[in-house]
């Protein structure tokens, strides 16, 4: 059985359909302010994720536990917020789950670790950390003790880290930019040339679960992507073409974006946009033999079938 934490997150309601179609059997954690006793022995409850979580019944018969749950990047959030539950819960989680027996432990992690973008060459899994920001240190921060406890204890530890996640119904930059190709006919991207990978959220379920389950992918941490890179002129093309869409790119200069931007005190958003972040995840398929299911193209389809 797999114990499944993050089901109420976006990626976590995909894993979780995506284990209930294959035919996995799971226990996915559900978030209570009250104590709830449920009568269904898949649902486990919880008050609070942090270094504390009462996890005392959570792991009968769990041998793997895929690890989504989370803060992201919210506002209002801080330094010690993401410590407490990025960090100190997954810590608990993982040393609750080696006493009670768990074999392996998947930690959806961040490209986040790796930095915020890529300049030459693209990140790969055995890079040297550079979080730039307090989320991304407290998912660095989980990850080095997480491969302490597997060290001390024996649990078999996978590191995931996802490029951004997109699909129909996608949180942040993904779901403005679909909005925004179904209202506009117009975007500014037709001289950007930038180079960044993503993940469609069907590919990534289908990649936790070979980490779950291969006999191989213990002490590896694995980049996920499409393993496709493209610019943000394809990548927008692409929703367009997926919703069925026109979508005119006029020849905006990228330095006036910017600096538009910058004067909008939206600098961090155009650069998510309009920089570079390449990732090298190769190692997925040599380890794994994993390539991902659903090309760019068949991924963005499936926004219009949700779309009807």
């Not at 070979?210 to 006999?215: G, K, L, S, V």
Request: proline residues 4%.
């Amino acid at each position: 059985m797999i114990l499944l934490t993050g089901t109420s997150g976006y990626i976590g309601h995909h894993l979780k359909e995506h284990l209930s179609a294959k035919g996995f059997s799971f226990r996915y954690v559900v978030r209570t302010v009250v104590p709830v006793t449920y009568s269904c022995s898949n649902i486990f409850p919880i008050s609070q994720l942090d270094g504390k979580t009462n996890w005392k019944g959570a792991f009968d018969n769990v041998k793997t536990v895929i690890h989504l749950a989370g803060i992201a990047h919210v506002k209002d959030v801080s330094a010690s917020d993401y410590l407490n539950v990025n960090t100190h819960g997954a810590f608990h989680l993982a040393n609750e789950a080696a006493k009670a027996g768990v074999k392996r432990f998947v930690y959806v992690s961040s490209i986040g670790v790796n930095g915020t973008a890529t300049l030459n060459n693209s990140f790969s899994a055995f890079d040297k950390a550079n979080p730039q920001n307090a989320y991304s240190k407290s998912k660095y921060d989980a990850e080095v003790g997480l491969k302490k406890i597997a060290a001390d204890t024996g649990l078999e530890l996978v590191i995931v880290r996802p490029t951004l996640v997109y699909g129909a119904n996608a949180p942040g930059n993904f779901g403005m930019l679909t909005k925004l190709v179904n209202k506009l006919s117009f975007f500014p991207f037709g001289l950007t040339d930038n180079k960044r990978d993503f993940i469609a959220v069907q590919n990534l379920a289908d990649l936790l679960i070979t980490c779950a389950n291969h006999p191989s992918a213990a002490g590896h941490t694995f980049l996920a992507s499409d393993g496709e890179t493209v610019s943000i002129n394809e990548f927008t093309n692409a929703i367009a073409k997926g919703l069925n869409k026109k979508l005119i790119q006029l020849p905006v200069p990228v330095s006036l974006m910017r600096l538009v931007a910058r004067l909008a005190g939206k600098s961090v958003m155009a650069e998510q946009l309009l920089g570079n972040l390449q990732v090298d995840s190769s190692n997925a398929h040599e380890v794994l033999g994993w390539t991902p299911p659903y090309t760019m193209e068949q991924a963005m389809a499936l926004l219009l079938e949700n779309k009807k």
